[in-house]
Structure formats: structure tokens, C-alpha cells
């Protein structure tokens, strides 16, 4: 099955800062790759996703990079604000299903 | 529009213990799922079901059952509670790529 690896498990920027998670993943038929913002207490909220067949795609503050030859993907949140600490999650889509294989999970923590 | 609607948001079973968590969706769903979280490891998958009368294992299926009741209902049964089934349980649905998850069932087994 899919492996998804991710790193850091915790990371801590100032304000204003660029923050940049990795993600590995281990199948090549995997064609989906969201990003899930989870806050304390709280459901996992899409907040960007990218398909096999698009390189990068933006939204406002937030990017996200694919490499299907290397098999990982990464997202990058610029301009940090207290806001965007919380709890990230990488995942990976397969299977008849597309069911979402998740990574184990970024702390982001942005210092005022 | 209530999305996905999970119930209970908290429970404490006693081993031995049985219970099912239920899950319905409103947004005419194909695919629901049922993942489980843990402290430092992600979301891990116990059961899905990809389409109305069909379902099939994850990655931690045992100690679990699932019923696809009809299109918008995916139950989650544990027949006897363990300890080690002490999580935060959460169910999802999608129709095409993007996932709606529910809020959550903090379940603790004593």
C-alpha cells in the first residue's frame, strides 16, 4: 500500500517568515495530493490540493509543489501569521476508492 | 447543509464494552470513510466504503465493523472495546477528490 512520509514533525517560525513541510509518498499510481489544516479540537480542513498532472499551484499565501519523478510534494505558506499555527497534514490519493493515505503530521508554531 | 454529522462527539466505554459511532452525510456522496487518530501518527484508514453496498478494510480494520447503511449513512462497530481502541475517530465523504471530514468522536476505553 501507500506510504507517506512527512517532515518536520514540528516546526517554528516568526512572523512574517516563510514555512516550507515536505512530503514523500512510495506508490507512483498515486494522482492526488491535498493538504489538510487541523487546529486543536478541530476536523481536518482542506485548505489546497494539487493533481498529477499540474507542477505547483498557489492560493493567496499558500503553494504547493509536486514531483512525480522524485514522488514528493511540498507546501509552502509565506508572510507566517499567528493564525496559520496549527496542525498540517500531507496526503496521498489511491486506490478504486482514492481513499487518502495521510502523513503523520507538521506542529506549525508561528512566534508574534 | 450540516456537511458530515458524526455522533457521539464524546464517549468512555469500559473494556469488553460495545458501541457504534455514527456517521451521515447530506451532500449525496459516493465514497464515506472512517480513519482514526492518534498522537504523532496521522490519520490512519480502518474502513471505507467507495460506493452504497460495497466496503473494504484500511490499513487498521481489526477490532472494527462497518455498515453502509444506505447512501448517506456509514456506521463504525466495535464489538468489544479495548484500551488500545482509545482515539479520536473521524468520517469522511467525497465524491470526486476532496474530502469532508466530520467532527470527530473522542472515544476512551478504561
Redesign the interface.
Known sequence: ?ENVE?HP?TLSVQEGDSAVIKCTYSDSASN?F?WYKQELG?????II?I?SNVGEKKDQRIAVTLNKTAKHFSLHITETQPEDSAVY?CAA?TG??????????TQLTVLP | NAGVTQTPKFQVLKTGQSMTLQCAQDMNHN?M?W?RQDP??????IY???SEGTT?K??VPNGYNVSRLNKREFSLRLESAAPSQTSVY?CAS?EF???T????TRLTVV
Open positions: 500500500g512527512q514533525s492526488y491535498p478541530k476536523r481536518p480542513q482542506l490540493d493533481r497534514f490519493s478504486s476508492a482514492r481513499q487518502l493515505t495521510f502523513g503523520s503530521g | 465514497s470513510y480513519y504523532g501518527m496521522g490519520l490512519r484508514l471505507y466504503s467507495a473494504d484500511g490499513e473521524f467525497k477528490y476532496g474530502y471530514f466530520g467532527s470527530g
